[in-house]
Nanobody, 124 residues
Framework: QVQLVESGGGSVQAGGNLTLSCTASRQRPSMAWFRQAPGKEREGVVGIDGRGFRRYADSVKGRFVISRNNAQTNLYLQMNSLKPEDTAVYYC?????????????????????WGQGTQVTVSS
């Protein structure tokens, strides 16, 4: 497995921005961000596979942007226009699979390595 470490979480007012970072101990072609709010299941936010294909959840489309370095070891999530409903623990995930279809990209079962999570709190 790969070790993943997230950073960049924090508290922000609605309408604000945050950037999350994830560092992997070695290269992974497909990575993603998930989040889990209290009392809810973990849900996919955005995934990127080895081809560069990106799949965003409808709830964040147009507000969040995923990016990574060429070495495929660092993953980022730029979160803009944050809303209180974005409040959750955000997790970085990775897999050795090169190509993921749109469903797989946001499915927790597609990934075999997970970070410890970073808290994002958005106040109204």
């Amino acid at each position: 497995q790969v070790q993943l470490v997230e950073s960049g979480g924090g508290s922000v007012q609605a309408g604000g921005n945050l950037t999350l970072s994830c560092t992997a101990s070695r290269q992974r072609p497909s990575m993603a961000w998930f989040r889990q709010a209290p009392g809810k299941e973990r849900e996919g936010v955005v995934g990127i596979d080895g081809r560069g294909f990106r799949r965003y959840a409808d709830s964040v489309k147009g507000r969040f942007v995923i990016s990574r370095n060429n070495a495929q070891t660092n993953l980022y999530l730029q979160m803009n226009s944050l809303k209180p409903e974005d409040t959750a623990v955000y997790y970085c995930a990775a897999t050795g699979s090169f190509a993921l279809n749109p469903i797989q990209a946001l499915d927790v079962t597609s990934y075999d390595s997970w970070g410890q999570g970073t808290q994002v709190t958005v106040s109204s």
